[in-house]
Nanobody
Framework: QVQLVESGGGLVQAGGSLRLSCAAS????????VAWFRQAPGKEREFVST????????YYSDSVKGRFTISRDNAKNTVYLQMNSLKPEDTAVYYC?????????????????????WGQGTQVTVSS
């Protein structure tokens, strides 16, 4: 079992930055890869970013590539999402989710249904 708690959301002006954190508990966390998804009002949950456990490979949606960076601190059981050059269209509830490394390295990595563990979400609002 893995429990996930997001933090770091808030209100920021367009062009600004935020860093989201996903703190994990559970002794098996090191065996899981973590992804970030987001969901805007009236829209489906969409994939944002993930990385393999080793960190050798990272994946980003086209909409955030070059602006967002995913990282992981195993000593703190925490995964981060650094978000720069934020745009109003980045406004959403951001969720972290955990799954096996096999999910992340497959074409299933962008499917929310492939991730069995989820946090409660943190709101990010970007004003224009």
């Amino acid at each position: 079992q893995v429990q996930l708690v997001e933090s770091g959301g808030g209100l920021v002006q367009a062009g600004g930055s935020l860093r989201l954190s996903c703190a994990a508990s559970g002794r098996t966390f090191s065996s899981y890869a973590v992804a970030w998804f987001r969901q805007a009002p009236g829209k489906e949950r969409e994939f944002v970013s993930t990385r393999t456990i080793s960190g050798i490979t990272t994946y980003y949606s086209d909409s955030v590539k070059g602006r967002f960076t995913i990282s992981r601190d195993n000593a703190k059981n925490t995964v981060y999402l650094q978000m720069n050059s934020l745009k109003p269209e980045d406004t959403a509830v951001y969720y972290c989710a955990a799954a096996s490394n096999a999910v992340v390295t497959s074409t299933a990595r962008e499917r929310a249904s492939a991730y069995p563990y989820w946090g409660q979400g943190t709101q990010v609002t970007v004003s224009s």
